[in-house]
Protein backbone atom coordinates (compact mmCIF):
# COMPACT_ATOMS: atom_id res chain seq x y z
CA UNK A 1 0.00 0.00 0.00
CA UNK A 2 1.70 3.45 -1.30
CA UNK A 3 -0.72 4.98 2.16
CA UNK A 4 -1.84 8.50 1.79
CA UNK A 5 0.30 9.79 -1.39
CA UNK A 6 0.18 14.07 -1.86
CA UNK A 7 1.49 15.92 -4.49
CA UNK A 8 3.25 18.51 -5.25
CA UNK A 9 5.75 18.19 -2.42
CA UNK A 10 6.70 22.11 -3.09
CA UNK A 11 4.64 24.51 -4.64
CA UNK A 12 5.52 28.85 -5.31
CA UNK A 13 2.26 30.94 -6.42
CA UNK A 14 1.90 34.54 -7.22
CA UNK A 15 -0.80 36.13 -5.60
CA UNK A 16 -4.22 35.48 -7.46
CA UNK A 17 -3.06 32.56 -8.68
CA UNK A 18 -5.39 29.14 -8.41
CA UNK A 19 -4.17 25.39 -7.87
CA UNK A 20 -5.27 21.73 -7.15
CA UNK A 21 -3.00 20.38 -4.11
CA UNK A 22 -3.90 16.73 -5.16
CA UNK A 23 -4.44 13.93 -2.53
CA UNK A 24 -5.27 9.80 -2.98
CA UNK A 25 -5.37 7.30 -0.36
CA UNK A 26 -5.50 3.05 -1.41
CA UNK A 27 -6.81 2.44 2.03
CA UNK A 28 -10.15 2.37 1.29
CA UNK A 29 -11.06 4.60 4.01
CA UNK A 30 -13.90 6.94 3.99
CA UNK A 31 -13.17 9.75 6.11
CA UNK A 32 -10.35 12.14 4.58
CA UNK A 33 -9.26 15.89 5.64
CA UNK A 34 -7.17 18.40 5.24
CA UNK A 35 -4.92 20.65 7.92
CA UNK A 36 -3.11 23.57 7.45
CA UNK A 37 0.29 23.80 9.84
CA UNK A 38 1.74 27.31 10.18
CA UNK A 39 4.90 27.99 12.79
CA UNK A 40 3.15 28.37 16.73
CA UNK A 41 -0.25 27.83 15.08
CA UNK A 42 -0.18 23.50 15.40
CA UNK A 43 -2.36 21.73 12.98
CA UNK A 44 -5.73 23.12 12.15
CA UNK A 45 -8.81 21.75 10.12
CA UNK A 46 -9.34 22.96 6.52
CA UNK A 47 -12.55 20.91 5.16
CA UNK A 48 -13.13 17.42 5.61
CA UNK A 49 -15.25 14.12 4.27
CA UNK A 50 -16.93 11.42 5.45
CA UNK A 51 -17.87 9.66 1.85
CA UNK A 52 -17.50 10.11 -1.35
CA UNK A 53 -20.23 12.85 -2.55
CA UNK A 54 -19.76 14.98 1.34
CA UNK A 55 -18.06 17.09 2.53
CA UNK A 56 -18.07 19.61 5.46
CA UNK A 57 -16.40 22.45 6.97
CA UNK A 58 -13.62 22.46 9.17
CA UNK A 59 -11.94 25.55 11.39
CA UNK A 60 -10.05 27.00 8.73
CA UNK A 61 -12.45 26.77 5.39
CA UNK A 62 -12.27 30.50 3.64
CA UNK A 63 -10.06 30.14 0.35
CA UNK A 64 -10.43 26.52 -0.36
CA UNK A 65 -12.98 24.51 -1.89
CA UNK A 66 -12.99 20.85 -1.90
CA UNK A 67 -14.80 18.12 -3.32
CA UNK A 68 -14.96 14.04 -3.29
CA UNK A 69 -15.84 12.20 -6.30
CA UNK A 70 -14.20 9.15 -5.58
CA UNK A 71 -12.90 7.12 -1.96
CA UNK A 72 -9.54 7.21 -2.90
CA UNK A 73 -9.27 11.22 -4.51
CA UNK A 74 -10.13 14.18 -1.93
CA UNK A 75 -8.38 17.23 -3.95
CA UNK A 76 -8.37 20.77 -2.34
CA UNK A 77 -8.15 23.52 -4.49
CA UNK A 78 -7.07 27.37 -4.66
CA UNK A 79 -9.27 29.44 -5.87
CA UNK A 80 -6.97 32.85 -5.76
CA UNK A 81 -3.98 32.56 -3.99
CA UNK A 82 -2.98 34.85 -1.33
CA UNK A 83 -0.21 35.02 1.12
CA UNK A 84 -1.77 34.27 4.05
CA UNK A 85 -2.44 30.69 2.65
CA UNK A 86 1.44 30.26 2.80
CA UNK A 87 1.93 27.01 4.49
CA UNK A 88 2.37 23.16 4.98
CA UNK A 89 -0.77 21.12 3.92
CA UNK A 90 -1.33 17.87 4.99
CA UNK A 91 -3.98 15.24 4.07
CA UNK A 92 -5.33 12.71 6.36
CA UNK A 93 -7.25 9.70 6.05
CA UNK A 94 -8.85 6.89 8.45
CA UNK A 95 -11.34 4.21 8.04
CA UNK A 96 -15.28 5.05 10.10
CA UNK A 97 -15.75 1.86 11.03
CA UNK A 98 -14.60 0.33 14.74
CA UNK A 99 -14.08 2.72 17.73
CA UNK A 100 -10.18 3.38 17.33
CA UNK A 101 -9.46 4.68 14.35
CA UNK A 102 -5.67 5.66 13.44
CA UNK A 103 -5.45 8.41 11.40
CA UNK A 104 -2.89 8.88 8.51
CA UNK A 105 -0.97 11.57 6.87
CA UNK A 106 -0.10 11.85 3.57
CA UNK A 107 4.03 13.62 3.59
CA UNK A 108 2.75 17.28 2.77
CA UNK A 109 2.80 20.36 0.26
CA UNK A 110 4.79 22.92 0.92
CA UNK A 111 3.28 25.67 -0.87
CA UNK A 112 4.23 29.62 -0.77
CA UNK A 113 2.49 32.15 -2.13
CA UNK A 114 4.27 35.19 -2.86
CA UNK B 1 -15.78 25.69 22.00
CA UNK B 2 -12.77 23.49 21.98
CA UNK B 3 -9.47 23.99 23.67
CA UNK B 4 -6.04 22.00 23.70
CA UNK B 5 -3.11 22.96 25.75
CA UNK B 6 0.40 22.05 25.58
CA UNK B 7 3.71 23.35 26.51
CA UNK B 8 5.65 24.54 23.59
CA UNK B 9 9.08 23.37 24.17
CA UNK B 10 10.89 21.01 26.51
CA UNK B 11 14.23 20.47 26.40
CA UNK B 12 15.74 16.93 28.22
CA UNK B 13 18.68 15.18 28.71
CA UNK B 14 19.43 11.35 26.38
CA UNK B 15 18.67 8.47 28.89
CA UNK B 16 16.45 10.46 31.23
CA UNK B 17 11.99 10.61 31.36
CA UNK B 18 10.20 13.05 30.21
CA UNK B 19 6.26 13.84 30.62
CA UNK B 20 4.95 15.71 28.43
CA UNK B 21 1.32 17.50 29.42
CA UNK B 22 -1.83 18.08 27.57
CA UNK B 23 -5.27 19.55 29.22
CA UNK B 24 -8.15 19.93 27.32
CA UNK B 25 -11.92 21.36 27.24
CA UNK B 26 -13.96 20.01 24.41
CA UNK B 27 -17.82 20.28 23.94
CA UNK B 28 -17.47 16.52 24.12
CA UNK B 29 -15.21 13.48 24.48
CA UNK B 30 -14.52 10.53 22.73
CA UNK B 31 -10.71 9.75 22.65
CA UNK B 32 -7.51 11.32 23.04
CA UNK B 33 -4.60 10.99 20.55
CA UNK B 34 -0.71 11.35 20.79
CA UNK B 35 1.40 11.88 17.66
CA UNK B 36 4.73 12.63 16.94
CA UNK B 37 6.17 14.44 14.21
CA UNK B 38 9.82 14.90 13.21
CA UNK B 39 10.92 18.35 11.84
CA UNK B 40 9.72 18.41 8.11
CA UNK B 41 7.73 15.16 8.18
CA UNK B 42 4.12 13.90 8.54
CA UNK B 43 2.95 13.39 11.72
CA UNK B 44 2.84 9.64 13.00
CA UNK B 45 0.57 8.26 15.68
CA UNK B 46 2.00 7.52 18.70
CA UNK B 47 -1.02 6.40 21.22
CA UNK B 48 -4.60 6.81 21.98
CA UNK B 49 -6.35 6.54 24.99
CA UNK B 50 -10.71 6.80 25.34
CA UNK B 51 -10.44 5.03 28.98
CA UNK B 52 -8.84 6.73 32.50
CA UNK B 53 -5.63 5.13 33.08
CA UNK B 54 -2.03 4.12 31.78
CA UNK B 55 -1.39 2.53 28.37
CA UNK B 56 2.38 1.56 27.55
CA UNK B 57 3.59 0.82 24.74
CA UNK B 58 7.39 0.38 24.39
CA UNK B 59 9.20 3.67 26.13
CA UNK B 60 6.07 5.39 25.81
CA UNK B 61 3.24 5.64 27.94
CA UNK B 62 0.17 8.12 27.58
CA UNK B 63 -2.10 8.58 30.64
CA UNK B 64 -5.78 9.81 30.76
CA UNK B 65 -8.09 11.48 33.07
CA UNK B 66 -11.36 12.09 32.05
CA UNK B 67 -12.38 13.90 35.04
CA UNK B 68 -9.41 16.23 35.15
CA UNK B 69 -9.75 16.84 31.26
CA UNK B 70 -5.75 15.39 31.41
CA UNK B 71 -3.35 13.96 29.48
CA UNK B 72 0.47 12.94 29.06
CA UNK B 73 2.69 11.51 27.16
CA UNK B 74 6.12 9.61 29.08
CA UNK B 75 8.87 8.94 27.31
CA UNK B 76 11.46 6.79 29.15
CA UNK B 77 15.07 5.95 27.72
CA UNK B 78 15.61 9.19 25.79
CA UNK B 79 17.05 8.73 22.66
CA UNK B 80 18.52 11.79 20.52
CA UNK B 81 15.92 10.54 17.47
CA UNK B 82 12.92 11.73 19.82
CA UNK B 83 13.72 15.08 19.35
CA UNK B 84 10.59 16.28 17.49
CA UNK B 85 7.28 17.85 18.22
CA UNK B 86 4.71 15.88 19.85
CA UNK B 87 1.03 16.60 19.07
CA UNK B 88 -2.34 15.84 21.36
CA UNK B 89 -5.41 15.60 20.06
CA UNK B 90 -9.13 15.36 20.66
CA UNK B 91 -11.89 13.70 19.23
CA UNK B 92 -15.20 15.14 20.74
CA UNK B 93 -18.16 12.74 19.72
CA UNK B 94 -18.56 9.08 19.65
CA UNK B 95 -18.70 8.55 16.04
CA UNK B 96 -15.98 7.80 13.01
CA UNK B 97 -16.90 11.15 11.34
CA UNK B 98 -15.30 13.18 14.08
CA UNK B 99 -12.63 15.16 13.30
CA UNK B 100 -9.99 15.06 15.12
CA UNK B 101 -8.87 18.76 16.70
CA UNK B 102 -5.24 19.21 17.80
CA UNK B 103 -3.30 21.29 20.23
CA UNK B 104 0.12 23.51 18.96
CA UNK B 105 2.16 20.65 19.44
CA UNK B 106 5.29 20.28 21.87
CA UNK B 107 8.96 20.52 20.72
CA UNK B 108 11.08 18.48 22.39
CA UNK B 109 14.79 19.11 22.04
CA UNK B 110 16.95 15.89 23.46
CA UNK B 111 20.51 17.34 24.28
CA UNK B 112 23.01 14.81 25.32
Known amino acids: NAGVTQTPKFQVLKTGQSMTLQCAQDMNHEYMSWYRQDPGMGLRLIHY???????DQGEVPNGYNVSRSTTEDFPLRLLSAAPSQTSVYFCASRSTSGHYNEQFFGPGTRLTVL | GQNIDQPTEMTATEGAIVQINCTYQTSGFNGLFWYQQHAGEAPTFLSY????GLEEKGRFSSFLSRSKGYSYLLLKELQMKDSASYLC?????????????FGKGTRLSVIA
Open chain 2, 49 to 52: NVLD
Open chain 1, 49 to 55: SVGAGIT
Open chain 2, 89 to 101: AVRSRNSGNTPLV
